[in-house]
């Protein structure tokens, strides 16, 4: 049993190995260690691993039974579904020799990884044009179908292979999307970038460059909701604010939102709210800043009192709670404030724990009853929650 085509390996994304038609993939479901097994042979293919070092792998807690014998009947297993493919016979592919065990790496195989490499090898070449380095990078992308080997994303041995060739995977699509940019193909981006964010949806690049080809293929409605998500997201998932850069795409996504209108009435409808909720105004916080910048100027000139409130969660140490604990606390306060306030007062989320709140008041005190006022309510409407607000009210004229 023997044939002149290839097998063709993929390891990024998930594990399968084809030939001829014939597959056998990690998503059919069978023994964990079973593909843990041959995966990671095909791995270190045309290295010999020691029985004890499988072993090891395979059982590192067992201490029991005879391991050198469940070996064998995992290598049995193992070869057989390899037989399936119909290649050549496989105990020429997962070679036994001298206590070790192998994968053949001398037979002829298109394995995924290897052509990605030479991909972004190829395109990282000083002397490349670069039309040239884009088909490289585009093919590397194209291949790049996930992560090395997900399913087995908690192995120790498998961590830093995996990182490698996703860093490598990230630098080649930031790459690809500053030429794209640079040559004005939006379309090409939203569907490089998009496709990005699935693998690693924490890349801010990724986001920024998407959110600006939306913006420059008049997709404002799409790239403002990708924006809030976005930035929910990093608050939520790992208790940051997004950068500067990606907080400044807001502006450019509002500017943009607009074609021109000669009808007032059209504007005036526009610019109604599209729903008559009580409470205060929410915005985000590129928003909040302009709004008190005109604030300051017209106190200013009229002379009003507004005062800048700041009001934070903690927990009973006046620590940052945890993720899960903040996620829930700054919900619950953001319903508090909203009820709590004016629906003229402004307020915004400032950071991962703070919301910043704008009151136009007559008094010093008047301002600190409100914020009082709500510290009272977050503790009397949510008695079981840890978290302890922590707040500092200051007057405008202060600032200037």
Request: glycine content about 4%; charged content about 25%.
């Amino acid at each position: 049993m023997s044939s002149s085509k290839p097998l063709k390996v993929r390891m990024l994304g998930e594990f399968s190995i084809e030939h001829d038609g014939n597959v056998i993939s990690d998503t059919e479901g069978r023994s964990k260690k079973l593909w843990l097994f041959i995966e990671y042979l095909m791995t270190f293919r045309g290295r010999e691993i020691s029985q004890n070092d499988l072993i090891d792998l395979l059982w590192p807690d067992d201490q029991n039974g005879n391991p050198s014998n469940t070996l064998k009947t995992l290598v049995h297993r193992a070869r057989t579904m390899v037989d399936s493919l119909e290649y050549m016979d496989s105990k020429d592919l997962i070679v036994y020799k001298r206590g070790t065990y192998a994968w053949n790496g001398d037979v002829d195989m298109e394995v995924d990884l290897d052509v990605f490499e030479s991909h972004i090898k190829n395109a990282e070449q000083k002397d490349i044009s670069i039309e040239q380095k884009l088909n490289e990078y585009t093919q590397a992308i194209e291949l790049y179908k996930g992560d090395f080997l997900p399913r087995l994303e908690l192995e120790a041995w498998a961590v830093p292979i995996s990182t490698y060739y996703h860093t490598m995977y990230t630098r080649a699509v930031a790459e690809t999307l500053e030429i794209l940019a640079g040559v004005k193909d939006w379309d090409t981006i939203i569907q490089i970038s998009q496709k990005a964010i699935e693998i690693d949806p924490y890349d801010e690049k990724f986001h920024i460059h998407l959110i600006q080809a939306l913006v420059n293929t008049k997709n404002q409605q799409l790239a403002k909701n990708h924006y809030e998500t976005v930035k929910k997201m990093f608050f939520e998932r790992f208790g940051v604010a997004p950068s500067n850069e990606f907080n400044a795409l807001y502006k450019k996504v509002i500017r943009t939102m607009h074609q021109p209108e000669n009808n007032l009435e059209t504007i005036r409808s526009q610019l109604a709210e599209t729903d008559q909720e009580s409470g205060a105004f929410y915005c985000e916080y590129e928003v909040f800043r302009e709004i008190y910048q005109l604030e300051v100027r017209n106190s200013a000139r009229t002379g009003q009192s507004i005062f800048l409130c700041l009001i934070a969660v903690n927990d009973n140490k006046g620590e940052t709670p945890n993720q899960r604990q903040l996620n829930n606390a700054m919900s619950k306060l953001l319903l508090t404030v909203n009820e709590s306030l004016r629906r003229g007062d402004v307020y915004t989320r400032y950071s991962p724990s703070q919301y910043l709140v704008m009151l136009q008041m007559l008094t010093f005190e008047n301002a600190q009853m409100v914020i009082k006022r709500i510290k009272k309510r977050f503790k009397h409407e949510y008695p079981k929650l840890t978290a302890k607000l922590e707040t500092e009210v200051i007057p405008i004229e202060t600032l200037i």
